[in-house]
């Protein structure tokens, strides 16, 4: 059996009172392409956020390589990972997000370089060189010295998974990273996507776009209040939905 | 016209009380300026970051400079201070009361600065595995310094127009000895 490149076992996560994540397991494999879609508030963006940190969880365990993930047991007790190890942990995915999140005082170029050189500890020039080749991989090696205001938000997008995948993480997290952008600059951030796919990275996608997951995905997850509420091969998903919740879900969505 | 050619005779007359007082002014201002952004930086960096009983404290210490006026803070400077024993000369007590005015009000600014950042930029920093100094250094810092840069000269000049609170009987200010000057000369 090959190993789990993710593994989430019985994963639980409040908000006060608010319970979001119900016990979520999930596993994925290298290479996978998971979409994950469901109405919202059903918890799938928080679980990409856990998955890197950017949320405590309360209860569960979160594994990436088969090394637990923000927590570990220290004499029966569970106690959060110090600030140290959880950074190093952070950068063993990459994630992209809904908002673009570029550091604006800083060129596209720069915005790349920073992880490379603050985390990797790479010299300047190196960084440059990986910057540039990976802002070419998505389309904008003629804009490496423009800073983020000067780009339109589908190429400020770009540069922000640009900026994640030069760190060469295990798995890239995507948080609908195409709802804020316009209609017609969608297309250039989802065909980046589906190149990394091609290349074999290995994604987790919340997103909205079902066209899309169902074209990308190797497999599909539908999250409903706090659980999984479904998942499975796109083509089953989409076209023979096996609970009546997905089948409503995909008929108010955008899916035709 | 007359009346203005006087008030020339006597501006000149006075020319190096005057330009005494301005030395004064612009000395105790840029002292005072310099010590209280320092001081403030603290304090903004205690109220945006600090656990909760220094941020309690710190509160409490920029609520009360900033809603104690600074005639006040410089009497007490110059005589309450030294009957706890911290002898500070006309000079220096205008320095130190105006430095902790101005820290409170950069305090502040400071504060507003860094809390106006998107938490979007901390959490894009965290994901790519940055420290929380890395990402206060290389992320936060620079952008809250141009925030911050255009409220931080307005509070610089204000403290330029303040010294003119400091002790005049022994140190005479800028606003003190033209007052005194022209009194001496009618």
Known sequence: MTKNLLEIQALRKRYGSVEVLKG??????????????????????????????????????????????????RNGV????????????????GMAFQQFNLFPHMTAASNVMLGLIKV???????????AEKWLDRVGLGQRADHYPGQLSGGQQQRVAIARAIAMNPRLMLFDEVTSAL???????????????????????????EMRFAFEVSSRVIFMNQGVIGEEGDPKVMFLKPQTERLAEFLKTSSFA | MNEFSAFLDQVWLARFVILRGLGLTVSISLLAIALGSVLGVLVGLALTYGNRPLRFVVRAYTDFIRGTPVLVLVLASFYILSTIGIELNAFQAGVF???????????????????????????????????????????????????????????????????????SSAWPSFCSARRRSSRAIS
């Open chain 1, 120 to 130: 990797k500890k790479m010299a300047r020039d190196e960084a440059r060189s990986v």
């Open chain 1, 24 to 73: 979520v397991d999930c596993t994925m494999q290298q290479g996978e392409v998971i979409s994950i879609i469901g109405s919202s508030g059903s918890g799938k963006t928080t679980m990409l956020r856990c998955i890197n940190m950017l949320e405590d969880f309360q209860g569960g365990r979160i594994l990436i390589d088969g090394e637990p993930i923000g927590y570990e047991e």
């Open chain 1, 182 to 208: 316009d209609p017609e600059l969608v297309g250039e951030v989802l065909q980046v996507i589906k190149d990394l796919a091609a290349d074999g990275m290995s994604m987790l996608l919340v997103t909205h």
């Open chain 2, 97 to 167: 009361a105006l430095a902790v005015f101005c820290s409170s009000h950069v305090g502040e600014i400071v504060r507003g600065a860094l809390q106006a950042i998107p938490a979007g930029q901390t959490e894009a920093a965290k994901a790519i595995g940055l420290t929380f100094r890395q990402t206060f250094t290389s992320v936060l810092w620079p952008q809250a310094l141009r925030q911050m840069l255009p409220t931080w000269v307005n509070t610089a000049a204000e403290m330029v127009k303040r010294p003119r609170f400091c002790p």
């Open chain 1, 78 to 93: 569970r106690v959060r990972k110090s600030e140290k190890e959880i950074a190093r942990q952070r950068a063993l995915t």
